[in-house]
């Protein structure tokens, strides 16, 4: 009988470790606390929910992210099935109807006969050496686990914070001063644009620059230690609080989420002094959110504030911005290029944990862990994905010793072994020449033999038009 991997959290890297399991043929028991237990941030029942932005980013190639999502199409992954099976208009970038998407992946993990399904919280890792385990728990990942892996590993967690943007109903914004269209014109209208004359953008400004924020709970409360930068919060990036980024300077928005190139006011023909964008949130358009708005003012504050925006001044706030405490290990000093422990060979990490920070990049470390934890219990070598992938380059990342100063990283083309050759086309050309050299050696694998076969399950993602990324960002 074939050994079952044990798989701690139905995230999505948890499910896409489950998957890749079941493709190699050896069955998995997922052990997930919800819905007998949840987290602050959580909110919805099914497995693989998108707790932040229902955007995945940009869907070309020659942008790092997107060339990470067709690697995932071209070697087999469940969530890029779900993510293409339940698509909303976002212009050029991916987003998925997260309800819909987590149902789908939901029925696909619970129905399938190699699939057992555990809802409970695991509290700790057993000490069995030879027990095949991928923890997948998350950001927020338990005290008790967190407690008890800080004891395996030896090393302390570190931590940064992370914000979710809020949620409106589309009927309560008004559209005679908002306007649908995507930066460019690019692709199908997936968005409002709420514009801002100099006058409006400068109050809106100080109203949020001196809002109240929430108090943060017991659980999202950091040591003293922490770095006083940006308000005493140790944030991530990519997904920093907008009040945060306010207060960098008056300016700082108008270069991200409340940049107005691109977006010519159809009333004026000119662009706005400013323009906040929301995305479509669900396939019936019943729902927006606002891109870039992830924050952690009080509700209070949140309709005060964001009522200013022109077009907002009556929303209906379906849910209130949101913050939470992500938690990642010092993963080049604990684990290899496949995910696993160095020190505990048959036990895996994967996700935000491990310090790749992003939905797709999660689902590409379960990928990696799920795959070569199958193989593990088949008693074949570790596979090592080429860094000349984005899934081999980021795995490569994690688990660099030479690394000294670990922080969460997104995929991007700078991870990867440059060319060693000149391309025409600049920065573009280049770009491509990425892509192309990264399917070649994602396919060989296929190919090979090396990963199981394939069966088309998505369109191919263009690579012939100009990128743009609306100036969202996705946590």
Not at 96 to 116: A, Q
Not at 163 to 191: H, T
Not at 279 to 285: A, P, S, W
Not at 304 to 333: D, Q
Request: charged share 25%.
């Amino acid at each position: 009988m074939t050994k079952t991997v044990e798989i701690y959290g139905a995230g999505l890297a948890g499910c896409e470790a489950a998957w890749q399991c079941i493709r190699h043929g050896v069955p998995v028991r997922i052990h997930e606390m919800k819905p007998q237990k949840s987290t602050p941030a959580h909110r919805y029942h099914g497995f693989a929910e998108l707790v932040c932005s229902n955007s995945l980013r940009s869907n070309q190639v020659f942008n790092a992210i997107g060339l990470l999502k067709e690697e995932l199409v071209r070697i087999g992954s469940l969530i890029m099935e779900a993510a293409y099976a339940n698509e909303v208009p976002a212009g050029a970038a991916l987003a998925v109807d997260r309800e819909h998407f987590s149902d789908y992946i939901t029925d696909k993990i619970r129905n399938h006969p190699l699939v057992t399904v555990i809802e409970e919280e695991v509290t700790a890792i057993p000490d069995d050496p030879d027990a095949v385990i991928i923890v997948a728990t998350g950001p927020l990942t338990s005290d008790a686990l967190s407690r008890d892996i800080a004891r395996l590993t030896g090393a302390d967690y570190l931590h940064f914070y992370d914000a979710a943007a809020p949620i409106v109903d589309a009927a309560s914004i008004d559209m005679d001063k908002a306007w649908e269209a995507s930066r460019y014109d690019k692709g199908e209208a997936a968005y409002l644009n709420c514009p801002m004359t100099r006058e409006e953008y400068t109050a809106f400004y100080q109203a949020l620059i001196t809002a109240r924020e929430a108090a943060l709970h017991d659980f999202d409360k950091q040591d003293e230690s922490a770095s006083k930068k940006d308000g005493g919060l140790t944030v991530f990036e990519g997904c920093m609080p907008v009040e945060v980024m306010a207060r960098r300077g008056m300016d700082t928005l108008l270069y991200g989420p409340l940049k107005p190139v691109g977006l010519p006011d159809p009333r004026t023909g000119r662009e706005p002094y400013a323009v906040v964008q929301l995305r479509q949130e669900n396939t019936d358009k019943t729902m927006y959110n606002l891109v870039g708005f992830q924050t952690h003012l009080t509700w209070d504050e949140q309709r005060r504030v964001f009522g200013m925006i022109p077009g907002l001044e009556h929303a209906e706030f379906l849910r209130y911005g949101v913050m939470h405490r992500n938690t990642f290990m010092n993963s080049p000093k604990l684990l290899s290029a496949d995910y696993s422990m160095r020190s505990r060979p048959n036990l895996f990490f994967a996700g935000q944990m491990t310090g790749v920070e992003g939905y797709i990049e999660s689902t590409g470390s379960g990928y990696i862990a799920g795959v070569n934890a199958a193989r593990r219990v088949l008693g074949l070598e570790p596979l090592y994905f080429p860094r000349e992938t984005v899934l081999g380059a980021m795995a490569s990342y994690i688990s660099d010793e030479r690394v000294t100063d670990f922080q969460p990283m997104n995929a991007n083309f700078g991870l990867m072994p440059q060319l060693g050759y000149k391309v025409k086309g600049g920065k573009k050309g280049r770009n491509d020449e990425f892509a192309r050299r990264a399917l070649e050696s994602a396919e060989k694998l296929v190919k090979d033999g090396i990963l199981p076969a394939v069966s088309p399950i998505c369109r191919a993602i263009p690579t012939n038009e100009s990128d743009s990324q609306n100036g969202e960002t996705e946590a």
